[in-house]
């Protein structure tokens, strides 16, 4: 893969800049996934002849852009694991919108439950079925260019399609996600969501991490934000 984007890299972790339209890692389509091209890098980085281990920590949607984090090793993958489950790392996302927020900043508590046939999150506020999980997040208006709205969102809980169902919910689907109510899908099959930035302390050496990556699929939208990469 050209351009492969490293965010971070050590002993036990790396993490990339993942495009939207890219897998995290293998699915029923058989496309090859990042996971792929990380491992093909490290093993050409240190001329490593045999299988390199890469465990997937945690995942994006595939229309979704920003930082993807794996592990090195396999202490490494079962301590980030553990961090999750915590709760212990802190992710922030932009999404753009063409609505604007009402109220510009809150905290939104849904139940969230999977229609796995169709691969479509429901959020509701109150428990549907047995499966439905609590769902959590913070989000707020940072910017706005003409009717578009960039909202930084900073998840609670780690449900399927979280961001895109609760912004939905909230009046507010993300531009392209004509899944979630979008009047429109984007041109390359992406949604204007990005993962930001994540932040913990790192399993090994027990410090201190923060991740950050710009918008990797720099489109004429993206592009109207472009000042707020340095500033935030």
């Known amino acids: 893969m050209q351009g492969l984007q490293i965010l971070f890299e050590d002993n036990h972790l790396i993490a990339v800049n ?7 890692q293998g699915d029923i389509t058989e496309d090859k996934p990042m996971s792929e091209f990380v491992k093909q890098y490290i093993a050409d980085r ?9 465990g997937t920590i945690h995942r994006l949607d595939r229309p979704v852009s920003g930082v993807v984090i794996y592990a090195r090793t396999s202490k490494a993958l079962a301590r980030m694991n553990a961090l999750f489950q915590k709760r212990e790392i802190q ?34 506020v109150r428990p549907r079925n047995k499966d439905a999980k609590k769902s959590e997040l913070d989000y707020e208006l940072i910017a706005e260019v003409g009717n578009h ?41 992406s949604i204007h969501l990005h993962c930001r930035s994540i932040s913990f302390v790192h399993p090994v050496r027990n410090e201190p991490v923060t991740i950050t990556a710009n918008p990797v699929n720099k489109d004429e939208v993206w592009q109207m934000f472009a000042n707020q990469w340095r500033d935030r």
């Open 149 to 189: 709205h960039l909202i930084r969102v900073n998840p609670l809980t780690g449900r399927p399609h979280q961001i895109r169902v609760q912004l939905a919910r909230l009046g507010c689907s993300i531009r392209g996600d004509v899944k979630y109510g979008a009047p429109a899908p984007n041109k390359d099959g």
């Open 18 to 24: 993942k495009p939207a339209g890219m897998l995290v």
């Open 91 to 124: 992710k922030t996302y932009w999404a753009i919108t063409e609505e604007r927020p009402d109220p510009l900043s809150g905290h939104l508590v849904h139940y969230i439950d999977k229609d796995r046939t169709r691969n479509v999150a429901h959020a509701s």
């Open 46 to 54: 240190y001329n490593k002849p045999g299988a390199v281990f890469l």
